[in-house]
């Protein structure tokens, strides 16, 4: 049966936005940059996951994926050093201090530049294994070598554009005055449970890696 490109296209963003809205490492990263330093962090850390989209798409649009066919230790080293990184993020959201988050204390600590903020944003994404999973799906089932250029673009135009605006949204709405003064009252305990859960994400992802 005959798919036309605006059909691959509905079913690709359809299940993309899916994927994105579902939980995960971008999710924990964003609420907990947004409870611990406010919207603004929030929104320049999902400006850095929507780029960060931007990798996946080359490799599975654009040929990378023949690398990864032809040279599988690189699909190690991104796993691995994802494990690492989320094994990090989470270490250090657990050993937060109450005063990041805690609204008895007037002084928030420094979320570091936009550039830091987004930077972290980037390698948050980059480093996830469910983008790195779905995209792996994408290139294997969906994008074959006779889809169209534009296609590939428009597609990957709309994963980045879509992504960085649902977490922009995430952290504006977490980030509202009275939500975040709610929400922060929990912050000490929000922190150890993002942290648990991107612990238990990076060493699933070794364990995984080593079993099979």
Same mark, same amino acid.
């Given at each position: 049966?005959?798919?036309?490109?605006?059909?691959?296209?509905?079913?690709?963003?359809?299940?993309?936005?899916?994927?994105?809205?579902?939980? %995960?490492?971008?999710?924990?990263?964003?609420?907990?940059?947004?409870?611990?330093? %406010?919207?603004?962090?929030?929104?320049?850390?999902?400006?850095?996951? %929507?780029?960060?989209?931007?990798?996946? +798409?080359?490799?599975?649009?654009?040929?990378?994926?023949?690398?990864?066919?032809?040279?599988?230790?690189?699909?190690?080293?991104?796993?691995?050093? %994802?494990?690492?990184?989320?094994?990090?993020?989470?270490?250090? *959201?657990?050993?937060?201090?109450?005063?990041?988050?805690?609204?008895?204390?007037?002084?928030?600590?420094?979320?570091?530049?936009?550039?830091?903020?987004?930077?972290?944003? +980037?390698?948050?994404?980059?480093?996830?294994?469910?983008?790195?999973?779905?995209?792996?799906?994408?290139?294997? *089932?969906?994008?074959?070598?006779?889809?169209?250029?534009?296609?590939?673009?428009?597609?990957?135009?709309?994963?980045? +554009?879509?992504?960085?605006?649902?977490?922009?949204?995430?952290?504006?709405?977490?980030?509202?005055?009275?939500?975040?003064?709610?929400?922060?009252?929990?912050?000490?305990?929000?922190?150890?449970?993002?942290?648990? #859960?991107?612990?238990?994400?990076? #060493?699933?992802? #070794?364990?995984?890696?080593?079993?099979?």
């Amino acid at each position: 049966m005959l798919v036309t490109p605006f059909a691959l296209f509905l079913t690709v963003a359809t299940a993309h936005l899916l994927c994105v809205m579902s939980p %995960g490492p971008d999710l924990a990263m964003i609420t907990r940059q947004t409870l611990a330093y %406010g919207r603004s962090a929030g929104i320049w850390t999902a400006l850095g996951i %929507g780029s960060g989209i931007s990798f996946h +798409v080359a490799w599975a649009m654009f040929g990378m994926g023949w690398m990864i066919e032809h040279f599988p230790m690189l699909l190690d080293v991104l796993r691995y050093g %994802g494990a690492l990184f989320l094994i990090y993020m989470g270490s250090q *959201a657990i050993r937060a201090k109450a005063s990041v988050t805690d609204s008895s204390n007037d002084q928030r600590a420094e979320p570091g530049s936009a550039a830091h903020l987004y930077g972290i944003g +980037v390698l948050t994404n980059v480093l996830n294994p469910k983008a790195m999973l779905f995209f792996m799906a994408l290139c294997s *089932a969906v994008i074959t070598a006779d889809t169209p250029v534009w296609l590939r673009l428009s597609l990957g135009l709309w994963m980045v +554009v879509s992504t960085a605006a649902w977490f922009s949204m995430v952290s504006i709405t977490l980030g509202h005055p009275r939500v975040r003064q709610r929400l922060i009252k929990y912050g000490y305990l929000i922190d150890r449970a993002m942290g648990a #859960i991107l612990l238990a994400l990076g #060493i699933g992802m #070794i364990l995984s890696g080593l079993l099979h």
